[in-house]
């Protein structure tokens, strides 16, 4: 899966990721970083990429309505330290079909994964 990781997301989970066979870019190795949400939300799509973020503005699926984009992973963790968020994100492309999440908006906590797919399409 290509996968680009937002740079509110330790820079130590492109090579996490990549060990489980993603091609993986960060807005940091793209020069991204304290840019406007558009530029790294245009890049991804431009890009074929699936977002991986922690940041609320990616969270309108209004705006970012499921299957009119490659997806977006929205980590959402009651404490996100570093040590957290590799944890959790090692454990989600562990244990879970993200293949699966192509076009979906996905919300992950500690303990649950929610997925919203677009309309009538099933997993």
């Known amino acids: ?10 820079r130590t989970l492109c090579a996490a990721l990549a060990h489980f066979g993603h091609d993986v870019h960060s807005v940091f ?4 970083t304290g840019g406007q949400d558009a530029g790294i939300w245009n890049a991804a799509q431009r890009e074929g990429r699936f977002l991986i973020t922690q940041d609320l503005d990616f969270s309108d699926t209004r705006k970012f309505i499921p299957g009119r984009h490659h997806g977006i992973l929205l980590i959402r963790l009651s404490s996100p330290s570093r040590s957290n968020l590799i944890y959790r994100l090692r454990q989600i492309f562990e244990n879970e079909n993200v293949e ?13 994964i929610r997925i919203q797919r677009a ?5």
């Open 1 to 10: 899966m290509n996968l680009k990781l937002d740079e509110n997301l330790p």
């Open 29 to 32: 190795d793209e020069q991204l």
């Open 100 to 112: 699966n999440w192509k076009g979906c908006f996905v919300v992950a906590t500690e303990r649950k």
């Open 119 to 123: 309309e009538g399409k099933q997993p």
